[in-house]
DNA sequence: GCCGTTTTCGGCCCGACTGTTTTCAGTCG
């Protein structure tokens, strides 16, 4: 029997959601499905024992009927009830739901009248002009369509967090200096610091919102304006990011900041604790029956609904509400925090700095010490260090100690080879810091062989930390395949640091299961992966997913100091 | 389908904008 994991479960049932949509049935029904798809891709602990337990519906949003479908999944690795509905519709159908524009009732009309049940399918149609006749469709939606498909072709739809963000600071920047406006952020999935994005929004303060919006779709970039009117203004730049802007009054600005930061569930969780205490909360304020509840930023909006605040990046209903009503939010780490980095490659393998100029780097931006990572000697694409060339640069590292200042510590990243064997025997292992341990090939190992070379890993007495875990890059290529529960419960036992990978197309670990191994009590290490010295700076990145992940100063490896780090790794090795 | 300090039934967050319409449905966030 095929075995199902949280990701395949989370999957079908955010998919019975759609087609549920589709088929026009109860949006509260499709709703619950797709909250309990949410839900059980962040559960904590082994899906297959809970189950067994019968302890399923105790999770939020759970209750018997789901229970019992999750648990007829679980148990026998297939759903009639998602079978019986896959059916009813041709293979590959909920694909068209991620065109722009085209929700469920929109393509179900084009299904039952043209019997498009594609994305090529449906740009073939609207070439030919064939929509413009439906009810509810005319030449407007035909050409938005296409535009939609293009789009998705060329970009996916998604941009890396700093590609995004550094246009959006840009943007708000210039609209600051703007006269109509006295206050402007950027808002939405940016300031909550998600991995990748789709848009990027802005929130203003204004005078004149007409001219304000002017203000951005007169830009030299803009591709296209997509929306404008008397308050929100949406247009694609050339590079094919979308940017919202939301024009708002000086009074109304927190409130509408909170409503365009989300997320949208975060967002539904506030407004139904302010009905439960007779409030109603909306992007204009916070009302008791007409009666308007002024606050002068978010954090008086939070204390009037009775909780602490909340920061940006925790904002995605993942429990965090409860934990401002019970005070117990995490302190969460800050980048000022960082007392050094680690995973710092050089010229010596692929890195375009030398050991001199990043401690002078590392000495520029305040940090006490800094770990050096070059690649091991299987990684030939790589000019990984033969045994030679490693005491070459021990060498050259006890000589720049002994100069004082910024501590070098010796370490490398060394391939996990196919078997779980690092690279090195072990007397060359011994004479490290530290070894970051990493995946750099054979990828697509079936996931039993690819969990326990991954548990061979780290059985190795002289693996101090796990590189980039689930070996993603963003927009390009998933992780492989491996039973990541098993994983982290071996890293605790071991005592081995997980790598959070700061570099912005990995971001691995994933903020959602930082959060689980934190939970675990896994010691983090926030890298920067840096193969030249800008790269240093990705940290800030790594800081604000482990601040997603809810982490604290405590949680973190590199807050602490030279001495303490060197504490670590001894005592690791003893 | 879930859930309960109004409720085991009847609610379920709230609003902007577009395109298609003559007052609103659909989509999006």
Redesign the pocket.
């Known amino acids: 029997m095929k075995r199902v994991d949280k990701q395949t479960v989370s999957h079908i049932l955010e998919e019975i959601g759609l087609l549920l949509e589709l088929k026009g049935e109860?949006?509260?029904?499709?709703?619950?499905?797709r909250?309990?798809a949410r839900t059980i891709r962040t559960l904590p602990g082994n899906l297959a024992e809970r189950v067994a337990a019968g302890t399923l519906?105790e999770?939020?949003?759970?209750?018997?009927?789901?229970?019992?479908?999750i648990t007829e999944l679980v148990e026998t690795g297939t759903l009639a009830?998602h079978t019986e509905l896959l059916v009813s519709f041709p293979p590959g159908f909920s694909e068209l739901?991620t065109?722009?524009?085209?929700?469920?009732?929109?393509?179900?009309?084009l299904y039952d009248a043209l019997g498009i049940a594609s994305v090529g399918e449906l740009e073939y149609a609207c070439q030919e002009n064939r929509?413009?006749d439906?009810?509810?469709?005319?030449?407007?939606?035909?050409?938005?369509l296409l535009e939609?498909i293009a789009r998705r072709r060329r970009y996916q739809g998604r941009f890396l967090f700093p590609e995004a963000l550094e246009i959006a600071e840009g943007i708000r920047a210039d609209l600051a200096k703007h006269p109509a406006v006295s206050r402007v952020a950027v808002a939405?999935?940016l300031r909550r610091c998600l991995e990748t994005v789709?848009?990027a929004?802005l929130v203003a303060a204004v005078s004149d919102?007409e001219t304000a919006g002017a203000a951005l779709t007169g830009r030299p970039e803009v591709a296209r304006?997509?929306?404008?009117?008397?308050?929100?203004?949406?247009v694609q730049l050339e590079g094919g990011l979308?940017i919202?802007l939301?024009c708002v009054d000086e009074t109304v600005y927190p409130f509408a900041l909170l409503?365009?930061t989300?997320s949208?569930?975060h967002?539904?969780?506030?407004?139904?604790r302010?009905?439960?205490l007779?409030l109603?909360?909306?992007?204009?304020g916070l009302f008791k029956g007409n009666k308007s509840l002024p606050c002068r930023d978010e954090k008086e909006i939070y204390a009037a609904l009775g909780l602490a605040f909340i920061a940006p990046e925790l904002r995605e209903d993942r429990g965090e509400i409860a934990a401002a009503e019970a005070g117990e939010l995490p302190d969460l780490v800050s980048p000022e925090e960082l007392r050094g980095v680690f995973h710092v490659h050089t010229v010596a393998s692929d890195g375009t700095a030398t050991l001199e100029e990043l401690t002078a780097a590392a000495a520029e931006r305040g940090w006490q010490y800094l770990g050096i990572c070059d690649h091991s000697r299987s990684a030939h694409y790589a000019h990984g260090l033969e045994v030679e060339r490693v005491r070459r640069q021990w060498q050259e590292i006890d000589a720049l100690n002994e100069a004082g200042g910024v501590r070098l510590f010796k370490g490398i990243e060394t391939d996990i080879l196919a078997d779980g064997a690092l690279d090195y025997p072990d007397e060359v292992l011994a004479g490290f810091d530290f070894v970051v341990a990493s995946i750099h090939s054979y990828f697509q190992l079936p996931e039993a062989e690819q969990t326990a070379r991954l548990l061979r890993a780290l059985e190795n007495p002289y693996t101090t930390i796990l590189g980039h875990l689930t070996g993603r890059l963003l927009l390009a290529r998933d992780g492989y395949a491996v039973d990541l529960e098993a994983v982290i419960a071996a890293a605790v036992r071991r005592k081995v640091v997980l790598e959070l990978n700061a570099n912005p197309h990995r971001l691995d670990l994933d903020w959602r299961l930082l959060k689980q191994a934190r939970d675990a009590g896994v010691m983090i290490a926030i890298n920067p992966d840096a193969h030249d010295l800008k790269g240093l700076d990705d940290v800030r990145y790594g800081v604000g997913v482990a601040r997603k992940g809810w982490l604290s100063a405590g949680d973190i490896l590199n807050t602490r100091s030279a001495a303490e780090v060197a504490d670590w790794f001894g005592r690791r090795r003893s």
């Open positions: 109860n949006p509260f029904k499709s709703r619950a499905y909250r309990a519906d999770a939020p949003g759970i209750g018997a009927a789901l229970s019992e479908k009830y739901l065109i722009a524009g085209l929700g469920p009732k929109k393509a179900k009309i929509l413009a439906l009810p509810g469709f005319g030449a407007k939606t035909q050409e938005k939609g939405g999935s789709t848009d929004d919102a304006i997509i929306e404008q009117g008397p308050t929100k203004t949406a979308q919202d939301r409503h365009f989300g949208k569930e967002n539904a969780a506030l407004r139904a302010a009905r439960r007779g109603t909360l909306n992007e204009y």
